[in-house]
């Protein structure tokens, strides 16, 4: 749903009505319906990548303390194994983008893995930023659990680290002003044009697994930002919505008032991430 | 351990065996296989049952030479490295059987064979001896054995000088180790290790100059940058199987020297920790960088081994750091994840170069620009090889993943503990750099090399490998497979390692440690379930819908040729242009912009050692003169030196 909010705010910004909220599932389901084409080129991991796609933000998911207190499946040092999981997804997806030999998929392929290689120092410094002023080595320990981020001591480096961890997510969900979602102009698009042979229920479940990522990236920004964890269990599962949708709404504020990056300009913008972050860690370590 | 040393002679025997019977190949072959399967499995279980908890055990071969008894030993860092030479030794040698002489060509094929035996039993013996000598006779002898493999092809001038600058660098480097034990054992005193280490307090600066001499010395085999200039061209000129073993197994050997040298010395200080860290993260991140630039299949995959070797020391450094600022916890980890990504990078790397030799074995061609479409040619290799590239990026759920994992939560445990240990984040950056790094490479291989569709005739005609090829890169992948979704049972011992290297009992705090690991492995095989259920149940989903195959969806254009596709170097250029010019990429362009051509140059080699070499030798050429052939020249110099000598004599005799 976070991408129709996404889309909405834009189009109430840019004073159009826009689609209605819940047009992605509308999508889905009409997709799911469909027959798919498949290309005489690709293989079984063409058909691999949009499972891939789907799982690995379902089991991140289960590593974040959504309720404020417990993830499903938490272990030490599991912020490992949540960028680990999304780079899985990634590389398949890479994959079976070159797997069409498509020129077009290949160039999405390229930038896709080039962009994801830049984001990931920024991702591990603001889970180091959230180590440090935790103390703990599980998201669990991080962002759930009785004892609140010290917002108090640490508010400057836990703001760069949600700064970056934002700039991380516009990255990670595709949108501006990294890319595009909204165009289908080969050579301004990187994540459309990487899912560009998939179709039917294969795309349905792509385009569910981005905006799954999406809502993955969001749910570990609210946990930053607001500890949920002496709130009783429904207001903090409602403070956990509130607060995905703002990051939706902020999302498209972001979107209608700047212009996509040139693709060059790109790798500069995921730099200053994560400097942002290495700056915020540094700030952590000389408190 | 007598049974370690049975094994060994089983391996020799088999070297023998490939010598004596060159007449009749196919007998020769099989007696060949047989005894270094059973040799290694021989030799392996002593290092199992000690890795498992059982005693250490020395051996004293008493020889009347000055140097001392031949100590040899089997203790945990030797069971561990032990595991390291056999493994993906004993996979390379039978995939050697089938790759090297398959096809009919026997010239110096058995000498290779035989070569091949004998530098296993050299490599086991490094990890074994326990005194001086008979570490550097096995380190030389491992050298040289080396080099001979390398050189199998020898009628092409790119090996002969690949093997060329091999040799130079491997001997700089015994030189330096023969520097550092010289300067380490003193004048008097035994040259076993237990002895070195019982010195070990009374050597000046806490043994700065034994610790430099060590980095320098191991440094140089292990390839951290700069030292690393010899290794792509060697590893790539070679076989493919002694390639694998150069790649998984020599290079490990430079590792295991420096943390042999930590753990006799005892504590380092914090200064080396640093060092090595630091040289860790620019090895490993320039590494990457630089295979990301390569062209050519073997030399990417010997730069990911600088890369590798870069993880390693950044685990090493932690370990480092955390002994000396006494920190029992990081000690450990930092260790336990050095020694563990040794084992795990043995298996995926020889994986992935077995693979590549599948590859080349089946087009001809190591050029990745020419290659494609190997997957539906080659399955199983493709899958194979899959199987070590998943594993090399650190993705769950392989082994790659967990020795990462353990080297990260090491350096995060440095980072929440006080004082300046914490510093060692550092390593944080450079990992998750190289990780990101690492995932773009290996996609553009995969994709490149066996998806899409064939870029010449010779990938069109590519065709699956024989069994006896596939076999050994199976039981590698499985090895990775294994210890990624049972990581108890690898951390556990490689903890336990690690707690023997820092010569301390295992810290009580670790036992966040090994609830994480097991939950880990839990994690990993729900990761395995769903993606196997995930992939059933849409396959269902999609059997009720029509299905239709066309041709990839070229956005209107009708008449797509497989040049069109990305290549390797068109994948790569946008995350090489963000690094400018540290990735060593030269663009070059022609007949006024029609045709381009871009090349990865080797930095250190070509663009600081060579040029510096051709000077040195640029003023040397003054000396030219000097040497005249005339042999009255000659006279008059020895006439010459003998007045200044008697002068010289004569000035000391006067006062």
Same mark, same amino acid.
């Given at each position: 749903?976070?991408?129709?909010?996404?889309?909405?705010?834009?189009?109430?910004?840019?004073?159009?009505?826009?689609?209605?909220?819940?047009?992605?599932?509308?999508?889905?389901?009409?997709?799911?319906?469909?027959?798919?084409?498949?290309?005489?080129?690709?293989?079984?991991?063409?058909?691999?990548?949009?499972?891939?796609?789907?799982?690995?933000?379902?089991?991140?998911?289960?590593?974040?303390?959504?309720?404020?207190?417990?993830?499903?499946?938490?272990?030490?040092?599991?912020?490992?194994?949540?960028?680990?999981?999304?780079?899985?997804?990634?590389?398949?997806?890479?994959?079976?983008?070159?797997?069409?030999?498509?020129?077009?998929?290949?160039?999405?392929?390229?930038?896709?893995?080039?962009?994801?290689?830049?984001?990931?120092?920024?991702?591990?410094?603001?889970?180091?930023?959230? #180590? =440090?002023?935790? %103390?703990? !080595?599980?998201?669990? /320990?991080? $962002?759930? +659990?009785?004892? &609140? *981020?010290?917002?108090?001591? @640490?508010?400057?480096?836990?703001?760069?680290?949600?700064?970056?961890?934002?700039?991380?997510?516009?990255?990670?969900?595709?949108?501006?002003?990294?890319?595009?979602?909204?165009?289908?102009?080969?050579?301004?698009?990187?994540?459309?044009?990487?899912?560009?042979?998939?179709?039917?229920?294969?795309?349905?479940?792509?385009?569910?697994?981005?905006?799954?990522?999406?809502?993955?990236?969001? #749910? =570990?920004?609210? %946990?930053? !930002?607001?500890?949920? /964890?002496? $709130?009783? +269990?429904?207001? &903090? *599962?409602?403070?956990?919505? @509130?607060?995905?949708?703002?990051?939706?709404?902020?999302?498209?504020?972001?979107?209608?008032?700047?212009?996509?990056?040139?693709?060059?300009?790109?790798?500069?913008?995921?730099?200053?991430?994560?400097?942002?972050?290495?700056?915020?860690?540094?700030?952590?370590?000389?408190? | 351990?007598?049974?370690?040393?049975?094994?060994?002679?089983?391996?020799?025997?088999?070297?023998?065996?490939a010598?004596?019977?060159r007449?009749?190949p196919v007998?020769a072959d099989?007696?060949y296989g047989?005894?270094?399967?059973?040799?290694?499995?021989?030799?392996?279980?002593?290092?199992?049952?000690?890795?498992?908890?059982?005693?250490?055990?020395?051996?004293?071969?008493?020889?009347?030479?000055?140097?001392?008894?031949?100590?040899?030993?089997?203790?945990?860092?030797?069971?561990?490295?032990?595991?390291?030479?056999?493994?993906?030794?004993?996979?390379?040698a039978?995939y050697g059987l089938r790759a090297l002489g398959g096809d009919g060509s026997r010239r110096g094929v058995a000498t290779a064979r035989a070569?091949f035996?004998?530098?296993?039993?050299?490599?086991?013996?490094?990890?074994?001896?326990?005194?001086?000598?008979?570490?550097?006779?096995?380190?030389?002898?491992?050298?040289?054995?080396?080099?001979?493999?390398?050189?199998f092809d020898?009628?092409?001038?790119?090996?002969?000088?690949?093997?060329?600058?091999?040799?130079?660098?491997?001997?700089?480097?015994?030189?330096?180790?023969?520097?550092?034990?010289?300067?380490?054992?003193?004048?008097?005193?035994?040259?076993?290790?237990?002895?070195?280490?019982?010195?070990?307090?009374?050597?000046?600066?806490?043994?700065?100059?034994?610790?430099?001499?060590?980095?320098?010395?191991?440094?140089?085999?292990?390839?951290?940058?700069?030292?690393?200039?010899?290794?792509?061209?060697?590893?790539?000129?070679?076989p493919t199987h002694?390639?694998?073993?150069?790649?998984?197994?020599?290079?490990?050997?430079?590792?295991?020297?420096?943390?042999?040298?930590?753990?006799?010395?005892?504590?380092?200080?914090?200064?080396?920790?640093?060092?090595?860290?630091?040289?860790?993260?620019?090895?490993?991140?320039?590494?990457?960088?630089?295979?990301?630039?390569?062209?050519?299949?073997?030399?990417?995959?010997?730069?990911?081994?600088?890369?590798?070797?870069?993880?390693?020391?950044?685990?090493?450094?932690?370990?480092?750091?955390?002994?000396?600022?006494?920190?029992?916890?990081?000690?450990?980890?930092?260790?336990?994840?050095?020694?563990?990504?040794?084992?795990?990078?043995?298996?995926?790397?020889?994986?992935?170069?077995?693979?590549?030799?599948?590859?080349?074995h089946?087009?001809?061609?190591?050029?990745?620009?020419?290659?494609?479409?190997?997957?539906?040619?080659?399955?199983?290799?493709?899958?194979?090889?899959?199987?070590?590239?998943?594993?090399?990026?650190?993705?769950?759920?392989?082994?790659?993943?967990?020795?990462?994992?353990?080297?990260?939560?090491?350096?995060?445990?440095?980072?929440?503990?006080?004082?300046?240990?914490?510093?060692?984040?550092?390593?944080?950056?450079?990992?998750?750099?190289?990780?990101?790094?690492?995932?773009?490479?290996?996609?553009?291989?995969?994709?490149?090399?066996?998806?899409?569709?064939?870029?010449?005739?010779?990938?069109?005609?590519?065709?699956?490998?024989a069994?006896g090829m596939?076999?050994?890169?199976?039981?590698?992948?499985?090895?990775?497979?294994?210890?990624?979704?049972?990581?108890?049972?690898?951390?556990?011992?490689?903890?336990?390692?690690?707690?023997?290297?820092?010569?301390?009992?295992?810290?009580?705090?670790?036992?966040?440690?090994?609830?994480?690991?097991?939950?880990?492995?839990?994690?990993?095989?729900?990761?395995?379930?769903?993606?196997?259920?995930?992939?059933?149940?849409?396959?269902?989903?999609?059997?009720?819908?029509?299905?239709?195959?066309?041709?990839?969806?070229?956005?209107?254009?009708?008449?797509?040729?497989?040049?069109?596709?990305?290549?390797?170097?068109?994948?790569?250029?946008?995350?090489?242009?963000?690094?400018?010019?540290?990735?060593?990429?030269?663009?070059?362009?022609?007949?006024?912009?029609?045709?381009?051509?871009?090349?990865?140059?080797?930095?250190?080699?070509?663009?600081?050692?060579?040029?510096?070499?051709?000077?040195?030798?640029?003023?040397?050429?003054?000396?030219?003169?000097?040497?005249?052939?005339?042999?009255?020249?000659?006279?008059?110099?020895?006439?010459?030196?003998?007045?200044?000598?008697?002068?010289?004599?004569?000035?000391?005799?006067?006062?």
């Amino acid at each position: 749903m976070l991408p129709g909010v996404a889309a909405k705010t834009k189009a109430v910004l840019t004073g159009r009505r826009g689609a209605p909220l819940m047009q992605l599932y509308w999508d889905l389901f009409r997709l799911v319906r469909k027959g798919a084409v498949y290309s005489t080129t690709t293989t079984w991991i063409f058909r691999l990548a949009p499972v891939a796609g789907l799982v690995t933000p379902l089991l991140a998911l289960g590593l974040l303390p959504l309720d404020g207190r417990h993830a499903l499946f938490g272990f030490t040092g599991d912020f490992v194994g949540f960028a680990a999981l999304l780079a899985l997804g990634r590389f398949t997806l890479v994959l079976a983008a070159l797997d069409t030999g498509s020129s077009f998929e290949g160039m999405g392929a390229s930038r896709d893995a080039t962009f994801a290689s830049l984001v990931e120092p920024a991702l591990f410094l603001s889970f180091v930023v959230l #180590a =440090l002023a935790s %103390g703990q !080595l599980s998201l669990e /320990g991080m $962002l759930g +659990g009785t004892q &609140a *981020l010290p917002w108090g001591a @640490a508010a400057p480096a836990l703001a760069m680290a949600a700064a970056s961890l934002f700039f991380v997510l516009l990255t990670e969900a595709s949108r501006m002003p990294v890319d595009d979602p909204a165009t289908h102009l080969e050579l301004t698009m990187i994540h459309e044009v990487t899912v560009l042979d998939h179709s039917g229920p294969d795309l349905a479940l792509l385009l569910y697994g981005a905006a799954l990522r999406m809502a993955l990236f969001a #749910a =570990l920004l609210v %946990g930053v !930002l607001a500890s949920r /964890g002496r $709130l009783p +269990g429904p207001a &903090a *599962l409602g403070l956990l919505v @509130a607060g995905l949708l703002t990051v939706a709404v902020a999302v498209g504020v972001v979107e209608s008032s700047m212009a996509r990056f040139r693709l060059s300009r790109v790798p500069q913008f995921l730099v200053a991430a994560s400097v942002l972050a290495s700056l915020g860690a540094i700030l952590q370590l000389l408190s | 351990m007598n049974l370690c040393f049975w094994g060994l002679a089983t391996i020799v025997a088999a070297a023998g065996c490939a010598a004596v019977l060159r007449s009749r190949p196919v007998l020769a072959d099989r007696a060949y296989g047989l005894l270094v399967a059973v040799g290694c499995v021989v030799a392996a279980a002593p290092a199992v049952s000690v890795l498992a908890g059982g005693s250490a055990a020395d051996i004293q071969i008493p020889i009347p030479a000055p140097s001392g008894p031949w100590v040899f030993g089997l203790d945990r860092l030797s069971a561990a490295f032990l595991l390291v030479v056999l493994g993906p030794g004993l996979a390379s040698a039978l995939y050697g059987l089938r790759a090297l002489g398959g096809d009919g060509s026997r010239r110096g094929v058995a000498t290779a064979r035989a070569l091949f035996a004998v530098e296993l039993a050299a490599l086991a013996l490094v990890v074994l001896a326990r005194a001086v000598v008979p570490f550097l006779v096995a380190w030389e002898a491992m050298a040289v054995l080396a080099y001979f493999l390398v050189t199998f092809d020898n009628e092409r001038a790119e090996v002969r000088r690949a093997g060329w600058v091999y040799l130079v660098a491997t001997h700089v480097g015994t030189l330096a180790l023969i520097a550092l034990f010289a300067s380490w054992a003193g004048a008097g005193g035994g040259l076993t290790f237990d002895a070195l280490a019982s010195r070990a307090g009374s050597l000046p600066a806490r043994g700065a100059l034994v610790l430099c001499l060590a980095l320098f010395g191991f440094g140089l085999k292990a390839g951290l940058v700069p030292l690393h200039f010899w290794l792509p061209d060697a590893h790539a000129s070679a076989p493919t199987h002694v390639s694998a073993l150069m790649s998984g197994v020599v290079i490990k050997m430079g590792i295991y020297g420096l943390i042999r040298v930590v753990s006799l010395l005892g504590a380092p200080p914090a200064w080396w920790g640093w060092l090595v860290l630091v040289s860790g993260v620019l090895s490993g991140v320039l590494g990457v960088l630089w295979a990301l630039a390569q062209h050519d299949l073997k030399r990417l995959l010997a730069y990911h081994s600088v890369e590798n070797i870069g993880i390693i020391l950044i685990g090493l450094g932690t370990g480092a750091l955390g002994a000396a600022y006494g920190v029992p916890l990081v000690a450990v980890l930092g260790f336990a994840g050095a020694v563990l990504h040794t084992m795990n990078h043995a298996l995926f790397k020889s994986l992935l170069f077995l693979g590549a030799g599948a590859t080349v074995h089946a087009t001809g061609t190591r050029i990745m620009d020419r290659l494609g479409g190997l997957g539906r040619r080659m399955p199983f290799t493709w899958v194979s090889f899959l199987i070590g590239s998943v594993a090399i990026v650190g993705l769950p759920p392989l082994n790659g993943f967990v020795s990462e994992w353990v080297i990260y939560l090491g350096l995060l445990r440095g980072g929440t503990a006080g004082g300046s240990i914490r510093l060692v984040l550092l390593g944080v950056v450079g990992l998750a750099i190289i990780g990101g790094l690492a995932l773009a490479c290996f996609a553009k291989v995969c994709g490149v090399v066996f998806l899409g569709v064939p870029r010449s005739d010779a990938a069109l005609h590519g065709h699956e490998v024989a069994g006896g090829m596939l076999g050994p890169m199976f039981g590698l992948a499985g090895a990775c497979a294994f210890i990624g979704l049972a990581p108890g049972l690898a951390v556990g011992p490689a903890l336990v390692v690690g707690a023997s290297i820092a010569r301390i009992p295992f810290p009580a705090s670790g036992s966040e440690v090994f609830a994480g690991i097991v939950r880990l492995g839990l994690w990993s095989l729900v990761l395995v379930v769903l993606l196997a259920l995930g992939a059933v149940a849409w396959a269902a989903v999609r059997r009720r819908r029509s299905l239709t195959r066309a041709e990839t969806w070229g956005c209107g254009y009708a008449l797509q040729n497989e040049r069109m596709q990305y290549t390797a170097s068109s994948f790569a250029a946008p995350l090489l242009a963000a690094y400018g010019r540290l990735a060593g990429v030269h663009e070059t362009h022609a007949h006024g912009g029609r045709a381009f051509h871009s090349q990865a140059r080797e930095l250190v080699l070509d663009g600081a050692i060579l040029p510096a070499w051709s000077a040195v030798r640029g003023v040397l050429a003054r000396l030219r003169p000097l040497q005249h052939g005339r042999l009255w020249v000659y006279l008059l110099y020895v006439i010459a030196i003998l007045l200044l000598l008697l002068l010289y004599l004569a000035q000391g005799a006067s006062p």
